[in-house]
């Protein structure tokens, strides 16, 4: 039976020593004709729509430690600083709108090309282009989940919920965070107050899996057999740095399965990748379905 995969910050830059890969996306548009793609997206598709990624040239993690489920479950402090932070964040994510990426992934699964989609990202961008059944490895902002009876509810009605308990709460946030979690002075965050569960009392989180925490076998699995399923593996904005996205590459690589990689910069799976290509993601996708 395999692993738990548990999500696992690496901090610092990634040690490769590849080159970058090519502009031409001719070679992956002719895997991809063949059909029975399975996608796997990161943060990186999500840049073009102003949300920033951890890595890249945007990268928060030069500057930013996100939150660990540890840190999160151990204090009513830790559940501050969050959902403080958070409940600004959360806003721009929200208004976020899909870019010309999660729209080609869309096209490309509606043309038939593409088996799944599985996503690292929280944004619910690729269902708003109008992709179907993605599977949302690392969950989605716009839920929330008690920690105690695990009733899930709407992002929404918290936010109105936290409006009113927190009427007066204003802050200047310096950086949104591909995980919804904005950067405040510790100042603002004081004073901030956390609601409770309505069923049962007990403690909110965003049905996010938070780094340090295991993402859900179930999904794990479903991931499995789609990647088992599929002829090849499409990887589209992600550094690959996380074990819970890397470990697909690795597994359809080990299975012969044709491994394609369009991200700006060098990658955990570049050694696996039969081609690869450093470009934009909204550029490459488009180039990619006016080929198809």
């Not at 430690?65 to 402090?77: I, L």
């Not at 096209?107 to 949302?136: K, P, W």
């Not at 996205?245 to 700006?264: D, E, T």
Request: net charge negative.
């Amino acid at each position: 039976m395999r692993s738990r995969p548990t999500l696992q910050w690496v901090p610092g830059p990634d040690v490769l020593a590849l080159e970058p890969g090519t502009t031409d996306v001719t070679p992956i548009a002719d895997v991809v004709a063949a059909g029975e793609v399975v996608v796997l997206t990161g943060a990186g598709i999500s840049t073009e729509s102003g949300i920033p990624d951890y890595r890249g040239e945007t990268g928060s993690l030069r500057t930013h430690t996100p939150m660990t489920y540890g840190d999160f479950v151990a204090s009513d402090s830790g559940r501050q600083r969050y959902w403080a932070r958070s409940h600004l964040g959360w806003r721009t994510i929200a208004r976020a709108a899909p870019n010309e990426g999660h729209r080609a992934v869309a096209t490309l699964q509606a043309s038939g090309y593409l088996d799944g989609v599985i996503t690292q990202n929280v944004d619910g961008l690729h269902q708003a282009a109008g992709a179907r059944d993605v599977i949302e490895l690392h969950g989605n902002l716009d839920r929330v989940i008690c920690l105690q009876c695990g009733t899930t509810s709407a992002r929404e009605a918290l936010d109105a919920r936290l409006r009113l308990t927190n009427p007066e709460f204003e802050a200047e946030v310096t950086r949104i965070n591909p995980d919804g979690d904005a950067e405040l002075p510790e100042e603002a965050v004081r004073g901030f107050r956390v609601v409770d569960c309505t069923v049962c009392g007990g403690v909110l989180k965003p049905d996010v899996v938070f780094f340090g925490e295991n993402v859900p076998k179930n999904r794990v699995e479903r991931c499995y057999r789609l990647i088992d399923d599929a002829a090849s593996m499409l990887v589209l904005g992600s550094s690959l740095t996380v074990m819970s996205g890397f470990r697909f590459v690795r597994h359809a690589a080990k299975a012969g399965k044709p491994v394609l990689i369009i991200n700006q910069g060098v990658t955990r799976g570049d050694p696996y990748a039969a081609e690869r290509v450093n470009l934009p993601l909204g550029r490459a996708l488009t180039e990619l379905t006016q080929l198809l």
